[in-house]
């Protein structure tokens, strides 16, 4: 009878170390240094396989436990990363940001002081020869909460001759049975400190505000119309103030589905708009600002229908539709349903895509977007003219290659201290661009990203780097955009944050209240507007601080945010 044989076990360390020792300098031989390349790289790519293999195995194992009736593995938090290790970090922080002087502003120049008092010293404790020498300031914070609950006496009168009745009506901000303070709180508790609604009728109650979970959620859940046309013209404001913007998306759930949250922004706004999908006519409704759909069948359309691989015969017929002309959906449709009753799905997409795409770029009297600055995701692509990538986005591509092999990790790092001198080459170009320093920058990219290393992981994220030069390298012609897409991921956050603790609206009008009140938050913080003074005075009716589109559009005549595009 055959016994198993014992495998040995594997001695990984003795392995690693024997790999740490490895100098393939010294290997002169070029058929057997290619050899052990080879094997390096067989081992990167078995490693790799096997951790699929493993993920794909216990996501199995957990589907044929649910299905027997069990629960499962129980989510677990990753475990902690050993100190000064980076294995399972994609963050490029500490390699791409220059350290600077740190200069720690003053808190008196920021505060507002609400009253003075004068304190004075006991004339009993001061000795006959006290001079008077002035005062020592000291300025202390504080806040007063008080609850101010008003009977309103309203005046009535009665005419027998007209039988009508006149009463004398309440103050502005006062409608229904709370005052613009509460509802003021109430709005800056929930959008922008991210409370629960339950913690903030908890607060109201400790203070003697005696406040219904249902009144609440009508005030949080549905964005009043001067706050929804307020928004509207931020974002309008916001698009003519720059020809390029920023986009990024985080996910949304509206009444247990899952939706996209698109962030729209540049240094003095930021716009929030919710939609059911995500892709391309998405983000060409959202740059649009949610209006009606429309549709244009020019050469550009026809161009992009090309590109997507629609047959000659289709474009023909297309070509039948007026070029110049604007179509309603409704009306895409049903030429479609007379003159393509069996077109498939696919391409009926991809004409709407096209059409809407076409039609956006032609549009006049709304803003268009010139340059669109994301990451690499396909629903971006080909909605502007141009578009620009961040530099931070892919190089978390390289950070998540996680080689073994010390001879991989080595060239992996010794390549990211290249990407990273080029970054910051970038950004001193930004300060001082110069036409002769960008074709030097342009050279040095086509170098660096040529490069050959013999792993072919790394070499081949290089490659597909370099495909992407001409969006990695906008900022050689327009310098006023940034090299990363930092503001709108940061955006992004406001709305995770929020679903983390009010997990996500649970109508329409939920929804449009989240998105409304998010650009609001965040486009007075930009633009330096206590948001709490902000929403008390539209409450109040007393609207003594300033349209925060004509803001937008004062500071974009200071900042020039499209300078080249102007020069150009």
Known sequence: MLKRMKTPETNWEEYRRRLEELDLKAVTDEGSRRAILLVLNLVEELKLENRHLREENQGLREEIERLKGGRGQPPLPPNPLPSGSTTASHSSEKERRQPKPRHKRSKLEQIEVSREEVLRVDPAQLPPDAEFKGYETT??????????????????????????????????????????????LALVFYYASNMSQPKIVDWFAHIGIQLSAGELSQWLSRA?????????????????????????????????????????????????????????????????????????????????????????????????????????????????EQYRPALGQPQRHQILQAGAIAAYQAEVGFPVVRLLLCDDASQFKGVTEQRALCWIHEGRHYKQLEPLLPYHQELLDGFLQRYWGLYGKLLHYRSQPIAVEAGRLAEQFDELFSTVTGYQALDHRIAL?????????????????????????????????????????RTPAGKQAWDTFHTLVSTTKKLGVSFYQYVQDRVTGANRVPSLAELIKEKAQALNLGASWDSS
Request: aromatic letters at 8%.
């Open 465 to 505: 780097t370099q495909a992407k030069k001409e969006a990695l390298l906008q900022v050689l012609t327009h310098p006023e955009i940034p090299l990363h897409n930092n503001p709108a991921e940061l955006g992004a956050r406001l709305r995770v944050r929020k679903r983390d603790v009010s997990f996500g609206p």
């Open 224 to 336: 009043s119309e001067p706050f929804q046309r307020e928004k509207a013209a931020v974002y309008e404001a916001g698009l003519r103030s720059s020809p390029w913007q920023h986009l990024d998306e985080t996910g949304t759930r509206v009444n247990g589905q899952n939706q996209q949250c698109h962030i729209v922004c540049n240094p003095l706004y930021t716009a929030y708009f919710t939609t059911e999908k995500k892709e391309r006519l998405s983000i060409v409704d959202v740059l649009r600002g949610l209006r009606p759909r429309t549709f244009r069948f020019n050469e550009q359309a026809d161009e992009w229908l090309q590109q997507a691989g629609l047959s000659p015969a289709l474009r023909g017929c297309l070509r039948s539709l007026p070029p110049d002309q604007d179509l309603s959906e409704a009306e895409v449709s049903g030429w479609l």
């Open 139 to 184: 300025v202390v914070q504080d806040v007063k909460i008080e609850i101010d609950n008003v009977r309103f006496l309203k005046e009535k009168y009665y005419s027998r001759a007209e039988g009508k009745t006149y009463l004398a009506p309440l103050p502005a901000g006062y409608q229904g049975t709370y005052g613009p303070g509460v509802k003021a």
